[in-house]
């Protein structure tokens, strides 16, 4: 059974950084694009960064694109997401997701059907 399994989350000061992981179980993550999205109190649910399953093609929003880097260990099937610099705005729920995709990846919710239950990150001070 395909599972995804989100950590890290957690109440961080401005200006602080936190490490979220995506922990794979039940395929092979070296086979699917990953992209990581949030979802703030009120809004869509919005993707901020994603990687190929080769790890070749990275793709971050430019909204975080200075403070957001996202990494993949497949020996761990584990995807990263450091985060720096932690605004007020980051304040959301954050989710990973998977799904096969021949070339690149995408930052399209639709585009992925296995989904992790999400991890709350609170910027506050």
């Known amino acids: 059974q395909l599972q995804l399994v989100e950590s890290g989350g957690g109440l961080v000061q401005p200006g602080g950084s936190l490490r979220l992981s995506c922990a794979a179980s039940g395929f092979t993550s070296a086979y699917y694009a990953v992209g990581w999205f949030r979802q703030a109190p009120g809004k869509e649910r919005a993707g901020i960064a994603c990687i190929s399953g080769d790890g070749n093609v990275l793709n971050v929003v430019d909204s975080v694109k200075d403070r957001f880097t996202i990494s993949r260990d497949d020996a761990k099937n584990t995807i990263t997401l450091q985060m720096n610099s932690l605004k007020f705005e980051d304040t959301a729920v954050y989710y990973c997701?998977?799904?096969?995709?021949?070339?690149?990846?995408?930052?399209?919710?639709?585009?992925?059907?296995?989904w992790g239950q999400g991890t709350q990150v609170t910027v506050s001070s």
């Open positions: 997701a998977a799904d096969r995709h021949p070339i690149g990846c995408t930052m399209t919710s639709k585009q992925y059907n296995y």
